[in-house]
């Protein structure tokens, strides 16, 4: 697609994650051809932005977020995370990135603290050098240095994840789903962590199948669906992509035949009073819908409109790419 790797001017600092023509085909059973879980998705990912990667199950996300992880190998195509090419300097790639993994996995027996410690061990960090406890207040666990992580909450243990991700200092941070399954207020909760990570200079790209997650928390989104990119705007855009408007109007008497006028793009009768039309608001306005109608001698008693949000978008580009 012609927007996918979006205009860049020479003032713009390099992308966060560049990503080209990267493609990954799963190897088949015997005598099967394999799965094409990315087929030639090409992006930039803009430092500092929270970017969301949004698709339906199965449209490859994890896919791409574990061949940045380095534990996918891609089948052709190149991806750098924060210039440093992933099979050319696999090491260097990896330091960039902390990943937020879809599954909550922990050993039950150690504190958060301990946690963190041994993550930073792990990643070759002197004792002293360490970031535990200041991770630990920045995800609002400081009071549970020491319980064990088992009897941690579902969402402190997700908290203690991100700063599991965060104990190398990555400038990106990486979040696979990191609210599925979790209840409204933790949701926000989250969100809030992932906002205060951004500002303080954090590149977040999360994936997420929530369209209003995504809407609410994104400066800009992919949308992938059947392993390639079928869109990649500033939200903002994206959303307006969604021209179509609703109007629906309750009218004094049942109608005889709903009517199609000039500027409609659908119309339904949703019971016998009620009319529910679709029109491009680039072309029309809801007044204009509604003069019509009555121009056909109905009364309105009621009038409702709905703007098209993310999920209209959504369900447009990913049934419009459908092979
Ligand atoms: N190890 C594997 N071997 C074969 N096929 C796989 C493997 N992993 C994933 N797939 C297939 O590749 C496609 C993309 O899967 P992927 O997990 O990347 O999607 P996803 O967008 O992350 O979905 P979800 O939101 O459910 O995690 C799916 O059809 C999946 O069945």
């Known amino acids: 697609m012609t927007d996918a790797a979006q205009q860049t001017s020479p003032a713009d600092p390099p992308p966060a994650i560049a990503i080209r023509d990267l493609t990954k085909r799963y190897a088949g059973e015997k005598g099967e051809p394999g799965k094409l879980a990315l087929d030639g998705v090409s992006f930039d990912v803009p430092q500092g932005q929270i970017f969301g990667l949004l698709g339906p199950n199965g449209a490859g996300k994890s896919t791409l977020i ?28 990896k330091r960039m990135i902390g990943i937020v993994p879809q599954e ?34 920045a995800v609002h666990l400081a009071d549970k240095r020491d319980a064990y992580a088992r009897t941690l909450s579902g969402g402190m243990k997700r908290r203690l994840l991100i700063a599991k991700a965060m104990v190398h200092t990555p400038p990106i941070l990486v979040l696979d789903e990191p609210t599925a399954g979790v209840d409204v207020e933790l949701r926000r909760q989250l969100w809030d962590l992932v906002g205060e990570l951004n500002a303080e200079g954090v590149t977040v790209v999360l994936t997420t199948h929530y369209l209003e997650e995504a809407e609410q928390l994104c400066d800009r989104i992919a949308i ?9 705007k500033p939200t903002r855009e994206l959303v307006g992509m969604a021209r179509e408007k609703i109007v629906r109007v309750t009218l004094d008497r049942d109608i005889a035949d709903p009517p199609m006028e000039e500027g409609f793009l659908k ?41 098209a949000d993310l999920e209209d978008v959504f369900v447009s580009l990913t049934s419009a790419a459908r092979p």
Do not use: C
Request: aromatic fraction near 8%; avoid cysteine.
């Open 66 to 93: 574990n061949i940045l992880a380095g534990l996918v190998n891609k089948t052709s195509g190149s991806a750098e995370i924060w210039g440093f090419d992933i099979d050319h300097n696999p090491r260097n790639a």
């Open 104 to 137: 909550i996995v922990f050993d039950p027996f150690f504190t958060p603290f301990e946690v963190l410690e041994n993550q930073g061990g792990f990643y070759g960090i002197g004792k002293r050098d360490r970031r535990s406890e200041e991770l630990l207040a």
């Open 224 to 232: 992938i669906n059947h392993g390639k990119l079928i869109a990649n």
């Open 267 to 307: 119309v339904e009768a949703t019971d016998p009073r009620t009319l529910e039309v679709t029109y491009d608001r680039d072309a029309t306005s809801a007044g204009q819908v509604l003069a019509r109608i009555q121009a056909r001698g109905y009364a309105i008693e009621d009038v409702t409109t709905r703007e």
